[in-house]
C-alpha cells in the first residue's frame, strides 16, 4: 500500500456490521484483518503527523491553524481532558524527533517520520 494511497474504502470498513439481527462495531483486530495486516492505530497516528504539518504550512490567518495554535480560555469540563494535539507532540519524542516544527514543513523528511511511526511498537 502506498504511502497516498491510504486506507482505501476506509469508511465502509470502519461502519458497524451487520450481523446476526443487529448493528456491531468492528474492533480494531477485525480492521487490521480487513487491511491485510497493516495496523490501523499506527496509521492513524502516522496521519495525525503529516496533519500537523500541514498546519505548520498553512498561512497564519486559516481558521484550522488558528484553532492548533491558540490557547483557549474558559472553564475546563469535567471528567477525563480530551486527546489532542499534544498527544501527537508526545508520539514524536517518543520517536525521538527534535525540533519536530522545522522537520514537518518538509514533506519528504514528515513521509520519514511518518514511516517511522508505522513500523515504531512503542506508539
Given amino acids: 500500500m502506498g504511502f497516498n494511497s491510504g486506507f482505501k474504502g ?7 456490521k451487520y ?3 443487529e448493528w456491531k462495531s468492528r474492533t480494531n483486530r477485525e480492521l487490521e484483518e480487513l487491511n491485510k495486516g497493516e495496523n490501523i492505530v499506527k496509521w492513524i497516528k502516522g496521519q495525525r503527523i503529516i496533519w500537523l504539518g500541514h498546519l ?3 498561512e497564519e490567518d486559516r481558521m484550522p491553524r488558528n484553532i492548533f495554535t491558540q490557547e483557549l480560555e474558559g472553564t475546563k469540563r469535567r471528567g477525563r481532558s480530551r486527546k489532542g494535539w499534544r498527544e501527537v507532540e508526545r508520539d514524536l519524542q517518543v ?3 527534535i525540533r519536530w516544527r522545522e522537520l514537518v ?4 523528511k514528515r ?3 511518518f514511516r517511522q511511526a508505522k513500523a515504531h511498537s512503542g506508539l
Avoid: A, K, N, Q
Wanted: net charge negative.
Fill in 56 to 58: 505548520e504550512r498553512m
Fill in 10 to 16: 476506509l469508511i465502509p470498513f470502519c461502519s458497524p
Fill in 95 to 97: 520517536l525521538g524527533v
Fill in 105 to 108: 514543513i518538509d514533506r519528504d
Fill in 111 to 113: 513521509r520519514d517520520i
Fill in 19 to 21: 450481523e446476526d439481527g
